[in-house]
């Protein structure tokens, strides 16, 4: 639900220089034009160009935006602003800056780093803002990516487990969330990581009425938890933001101690994801996606798996299907269509279960997926997508930056 924004227009540049000379002839004047002290007078049959409209110089500004400046600037930034909108948060205004960059900008070998700088604000209330990119070192010998992220949303809850999620009425509550994650990785082969990461998330639950207590089993409605973990990973993608070819594979487990937060006991996450991508035909590209999300039985309720939102499962309200742990998988086509406009269509499927025996994993749980979307190129390789997506009994519409994988 974070990063909601799409470009309409926000910001413009343009500069015009003139050329002056003066009518005097005497040294004196001439001297004393030179200084300054007499104004230049500009020529009748002097041509100035005129000022270009407001819209002309908004084309001009994003149809630079796509060349690749990074060798010559220590950041390539581009602003945008305008409507944005999801499932969960409603229609709202978002402001980004994404921005380009290399560390060695001599290294043509090594994919640039990125950095996108985001703000959204809803009429539902929902507010956040954040900052989160990708950092490749010399070479690429080693990488560190982050987020960080200060949200405040009214949600609904449904309760935890699938049939929770499918039956129960929906109560609302306000949500407020810090979540700060880094990661840091080094080559030890071709592509292939070790690393560790580091991660910070508090969240506080506010205005839960009767239900919503015992949706969240009477427990603590505020919960801090610091997690610290290994991380195993093989990369060969060309361009995290939007990969057209390459492999990603992560394992990374994450144990929050007890003593580096409130939740009363020593936690545990291990995620898995796989991904894969290929050209199939002319501006064509076939993305797939594997994740898992596993957590222990004592994980607070703001800390589940959450079914859906902007990269998986897209077209469900993120947080109706909550549990410890969510399976799933989306095959997803990108087609560039002209220019910097393209298009995708994608399915997928997903399933969220625990330890319980009401809610272990069952097949008949597997919620199907899919949807239609369009892309428009921001900056080069960096695009603003505006996703559709459907799921059983609901749909949702979504805007953002950069692809879903």
């Not at 010559?72 to 305008?82: H, M, R, S, V, Y």
């Amino acid at each position: 639900m974070i990063r909601k924004v799409v470009v309409f227009l926000l910001l413009s540049g343009c500069c015009v220089q003139g050329y002056a000379g003066t009518t005097d002839r005497g040294g004196l004047s001439d001297t004393l034009a030179a200084m300054g002290a007499v104004p230049h007078v500009v020529s009748a049959d002097t041509v100035v160009a005129p000022r270009p409209s407001f819209f002309r110089r908004v084309i001009d500004y994003f149809g630079k935006s796509t060349v690749d400046r990074t060798f010559e600037k220590k950041i390539d930034f581009t602003f945008a602003g305008g409507p944005s909108y999801s499932k969960s948060t409603s229609l709202g205004i978002g402001l980004l800056a994404a921005g380009l960059y290399r560390v060695d900008r001599t290294d043509s070998l090594t994919p640039p780093s990125d950095i996108s700088i985001f703000a959204s604000v809803a009429i539902s209330g929902f507010y956040s803002v954040g900052v989160e990119g990708n950092t490749y070192f010399s070479r690429g010998r080693s990488k560190f990516d982050y987020k960080a992220v200060f949200s405040s949303a009214p949600r609904d809850l449904w309760g935890i487990g699938y049939m929770a999620g499918r039956y129960n009425k929906e109560v609302d509550y306000v949500e407020k969330q810090y979540k700060i994650n880094t990661r840091y990785l080094h080559r030890i082969l071709p592509n292939t990581f070790l690393g560790a990461n580091l991660s910070f998330e508090h969240t506080d639950g506010k205005k839960f009425d009767a239900m919503g207590e015992q949706y969240i089993d009477f427990q603590k409605h505020s919960y801090t938890a610091t997690g610290v973990g290994l991380i195993a990973e093989y990369d060969s993608r060309d361009f995290v933001p939007n990969p057209w070819r390459g492999i990603y594979l992560s394992l990374q487990g994450t144990v929050f101690p007890k003593g580096l937060g409130n939740c009363g006991y020593n936690l545990y996450r291990a995620t898995f994801t796989f991904d894969a991508y290929r050209r199939v035909w002319k501006d064509c590209i076939l993305a797939f996606d594997l994740y898992g999300e596993f957590n222990s039985s004592h994980m607070p309720w703001p800390m589940l798996a959450r079914m859906g939102g902007s990269q998986r499962m897209r077209g469900y309200y993120q947080g109706r299907c909550t549990d410890n742990c969510m399976l799933s998988a989306q095959i997803e086509l990108r087609q560039r269509i002209w220019r910097r406009i393209g298009c995708v269509v994608w399915g997928g499927a997903g399933n969220i279960f625990s330890e319980r025996t009401d809610d272990r994993f069952d097949w008949a749980h597997t919620l199907p997926n899919y949807g239609i979307g369009l892309r428009w190129e921001l900056k080069k390789r960096v695009n603003v997508r505006v996703d559709y997506g459907f799921g059983r009994k609901t749909s949702g519409f979504l805007l953002n930056i950069n692809e879903a994988f």
